[in-house]
């Protein structure tokens, strides 16, 4: 049996992300308990605390009713479990609606929590925000590009970046955002030209989530990718394994073994 080594050992900050820009790919992934984060720790640089948590996690149809709360008991659990990577709050619908509220939210998550970056969704109309955050020693990853937060009032996930004008705008969403002080932008659901342009236009690094390969760092959701969410795959998850199979297969074995009483054995008695 071979002992795993941890990929990285010391604390990732903010500063040693940056540093990675163009230099090597930045690897992001969900988590929202403890058991996940320490089994994601050490492999990859940072670890999301996502309100995706609201579907993937609670069942629910969207993102918009999670709450700070939750994010918050999610995000201490995620803390217990990951002591190296950087750990990003993600700020549910309704909890930056204003510079006011986003300082307000933003503090309580850095006192109780140990995440290093909160995330907002939104392009240049959110840079006053971002602005008030980081002005305040608060780091803000701004996520612009598809927002799931805005499903309903857009009916539906829209991929954006498919024409000139688009792109455009997505350019002047992330310039506006760097000069307002965020830290990393995180892109999703725009067309690969679209995230390459962004990407090359700004100093800051960039995650991308359905945005193709040009970004300087890839984020997926955790049950996305590990097939655990099985009520529909966009085509940007790429499954790297069959969780929700292997699961069923174990338990079919329990019940079978249970049932036949060949489970527990000598070897799991005392
Ligand atoms: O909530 C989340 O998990 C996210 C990712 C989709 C980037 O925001």
């Not at 089994?39 to 309100?51: H, K, N, R, W």
């Not at 959110?126 to 002005?135: C, F, G, H, N, W």
């Not at 705008?169 to 725009?190: C, H």
Request: charged share 25%; hydrophobic share 40%; with cysteine.
């Amino acid at each position: 049996m071979s002992i795993h080594t941890p990929r990285i050992e010391k604390k990732i900050t903010l500063s040693t992300i940056a540093k990675m820009k163009g230099v090597e790919p930045i690897t992001m992934v969900t988590a929202y308990d403890a058991l996940f984060a320490q089994l994601f720790d050490g492999e990859v640089e940072m670890i999301l605390v996502g309100d995706s948590l609201n579907m993937s996690f609670l069942g629910k149809e969207d993102t918009l009713s999670a709450t700070m709360d939750q994010m918050i008991y999610h995000t201490q659990a995620v803390g217990n479990g990951a002591k190296s990577a950087c750990i990003v709050f993600d700020m549910p619908f309704g909890s930056y609606t204003t510079a006011q509220r986003a300082l307000e939210n933003a503090v309580r998550v850095y006192r109780e929590t140990n995440a290093q970056a909160v995330k907002i969704e939104g392009g240049k109309e959110k840079a006053d925000i971002v602005r008030v955050l980081s002005e305040n020693g608060i780091a803000v990853v701004a996520h612009i590009g598809l927002m799931p937060q805005h499903v309903r009032s857009e009916g539906g996930y829209k991929v954006r970046g498919k024409d000139e004008e688009d792109i455009k705008a997505l350019l002047e969403d992330a310039l506006e955002l760097q000069a307002a002080g965020a830290a990393m932008i995180l892109v999703e659901g725009v067309k690969a030209e679209a995230a390459k342009v962004v990407t090359k236009a700004v100093k800051i690094p960039t995650i991308g989530i359905g945005a193709g390969n040009s970004t300087d760092g890839q984020v997926l959701v955790w049950s996305d990718m590990f097939g655990f969410f099985e009520a529909f795959k966009p085509k940007f998850v790429k499954r790297y394994c069959d969780g929700a199979k292997e699961v069923r297969e174990g338990l079919e074995q329990y019940i079978s073994e249970v049932k036949s009483r060949a489970f527990p054995d000598e070897e799991h008695t005392y």
